[in-house]
């Protein structure tokens, strides 16, 4: 008899540490996915907004130089310059609700004032200077993002001394 109760308990400990396991992996598995799944979406955000700054810098460019040659206000490129900017702030408030990283906030937010002042260049030669510093501009948000928010790995120690 007091074999079976061993057997018994033994089977029923064998259990109850059998549930714990499989709890703690279920439990482990949930935090890795919301966390991938976090990690995806502020992958996504940021991999938006430079899409939209160059949609916005575009229309931006188009209208004021149409506007520098012509003289007049053309309606479709007023549309398309309006259009760009709401997609460009649209993907801008997605990426500050998702990250909290302050320097990739603030070059964005740089990076639409200084799409916005393209509009107020009056020269067609430094309005495409201008345009161009605003793509540089871009480029360095989408190296600055990468690093900062680990979405590509630091140069390793041999790869630095390999470049140098």
């Known amino acids: 008899m007091r074999g079976q109760i061993v057997v018994v308990l033994g089977t029923l400990a064998g259990v109850v540490l059998a549930y ?4 703690l992996t279920a439990a482990r598995q949930r935090r890795y996915d919301i966390a991938d799944r976090a990690r995806r979406e502020r992958l996504e955000a940021a991999a938006a907004l430079p899409a939209a700054l160059v949609g916005y810098r575009h229309a931006q460019i188009a209208r004021r130089m149409a ?4 003289g007049n206000r053309s309606e479709p490129l007023r549309n398309e310059v309006r259009s760009a900017r709401a997609e460009a ?13 302050r320097p990739v906030r ?15 260049i009056d020269d067609p030669v ?3 200077d201008a345009g161009t510093e605003v793509h540089w501009g871009i480029q360095a948000f989408i190296k600055l993002a990468r690093t900062r928010l680990g979405f590509a790995d630091p140069p390793q120690v041999d790869q630095i001394s390999a470049t140098s």
Do not use: P, V
């Open 20 to 23: 714990l396991l499989q709890s």
């Open 67 to 70: 506007q520098l040659r012509t």
């Open 89 to 101: 702030w649209s993907a801008l408030y997605r990426l500050d609700l998702l990250l909290d990283d």
């Open 106 to 120: 603030d070059a964005a937010y740089e990076l639409m004032g200084r799409i916005k002042e393209l509009k107020t």
């Open 126 to 128: 430094r309005l495409d």
